[in-house]
């Protein structure tokens, strides 16, 4: 997680990238002995090659040409041609069909200036005309922005699909879950638009989910996954069934009680999404339970600050290591939208703004390798204090949803924010089958931005700066 480093969206600057460090700092003794040291070195590679033709004649490039102010929707600034010129999606520039560009951004020339910009307000677009524009462009080209474009210039994030990041979050507990509306039928989420849309903003919402009349089918969670993208295949394969089998390898084969955990963190890109299909049960017990760890965190951060940074900055290594596979990765128990390079997203419900600064809660103690165990030992102790209030706070009563699968029923839950769990049951009492399938996060986010349009309206917080 470097913070330090550069991000898209941060403007290159020439003009320090050629500063030799040497001048940005005061030469002390031994530094000063380094830097002699080094230009005598340079001195006798440039003899030794001195028949050779320098790679490039003008290197380090000369200061590209003035920048401009350029007028968007609501704003003006200024902006340096090659980020503008870069930013043409003309027909000549990008292929209307594929959407790929048709030239690199590597080819657009040092020198490159704004040779004229004229308005059209009528349509709201600016036409810019270039000075040394790129070689293999016809002389004709010239750039045409809507003013919209333009204010989107400077954003951090830039494509409107971003936007589904201002819709909220909302956290939730065992009182401000509305399972009643929390709720979609098979039919409707498989076949109309605006029921599929619904399900979608929930998902982004809440992140728990249940899909009722679903036909008791092998294929049928795999015709619920499809809607929205395909499978994400894990070594468990495109699908798996949840049920007790003799010497299990693992505990969800099992029938005995299984705590709060998110599946398969031992993977470097885990799933978003998980899905389970109850395909049938008429077996005593075996309610299941979620919990919204983004509103355990808020809890948290409001009474504990120092317990949410132990959580945010230590590592935790994650581990499978059984029956042939091993499959290991370490991550943050919260990982912060700047350190995944995702916009902030507003959250509804939170006491503090530091959970719209959340994008994932990892939290799987059964699946544990080593705890960050480099600590210093007084860090040590706050590291396990903070993990076991956010245990706490999970298993609070008033933070868990409880629900016993019926037949019939799928639930969709985000893996990287919901922890789920299981409560043991009566192999004897009756048949239990589950049937289990993944998704992965980004084909999730994919789908949710092409059908935003048809979702509910959403409360608007004022917050669009918090994605520029
Ligand atoms: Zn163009």
Known sequence: MSRAGPRPGDIYSPVMRFIPSAKL???????????????????????????KPPPQKDFPPRLSPQAARLEG???????????????????????????????????????????????DDDAKEVQISWS??????????????SKD??????????????????????????????????RVDFNDYMTNKQSFAEAMHLLWRDGLLFIDGVPESEGSVSQIVNRIGPLQQTFYGPTWD????????????????????????YMRDPPGFQFLHCVHNSATGGESRFADTFRALDQIFQQHPMYYEMLR???????YDNDGFFYSDAKPTVQSNDALNVPSRPVL??????????????????????IPSRLAPDELVKFIGASKLLSQHLEMPENVVEE?????????????????????????????WLRGAYLNRQDFVSKAASVMADMPPEVKLGRESSIE
């Not at 474009?149 to 879950?177: A, E």
Request: glycine content about 4%; hydrophobic content about 30%.
């Open 73 to 119: 929707e609501r704003c003006t600034s200024k902006f340096p041609p090659i980020v503008v010129r870069d930013a043409c999606r003309c027909e000549q520039c990008v292929d209307p069909s594929d959407r790929q560009r048709n030239f690199s951004y590597s080819d657009i020339p040092r020198t490159i200036g704004f040779d004229r910009v004229s308005y």
């Open 349 to 370: 419900n939170s006491k503090s703004t530091e959970i719209s600064n959340v994008a994932h809660c990892f939290w799987s103690p059964p699946f544990v390798g080593h």
């Open 313 to 319: 900055d230590n590592l935790v290594r994650y581990e």
């Open 25 to 51: 700092r005061p030469k002390t003794g031994r530094l000063q002995s380094l830097i002699d040291r080094r230009s005598i070195k340079r001195v006798r590679f440039a003899q030794m090659d001195a028949t």
């Open 242 to 265: 949840v049920r007790s089998v003799p010497n299990a390898k693992n505990v969800a084969y099992t029938s005995k009680y299984l705590g709060f955990h998110m599946d398969l963190l």
């Open 132 to 145: 040394n524009d790129i070689p293999s462009q016809s002389q004709a080209h010239r750039s045409v922005f």
């Open 149 to 182: 474009v333009i204010s989107r210039l400077n954003r951090k994030f830039r494509n409107p699909h971003w936007d589904l990041y201002q819709r909220p979050v909302k956290l939730w507990g065992r009182d401000t879950y509305t399972q009643a509306t929390s």
């Open 404 to 432: 016993k699968m019926d037949s019939g029923t799928c639930v969709i839950f985000d893996n990287l924010r919901i922890v789920h769990a299981r409560n043991a049951f009566d192999k004897n009492s009756g048949k239990r």
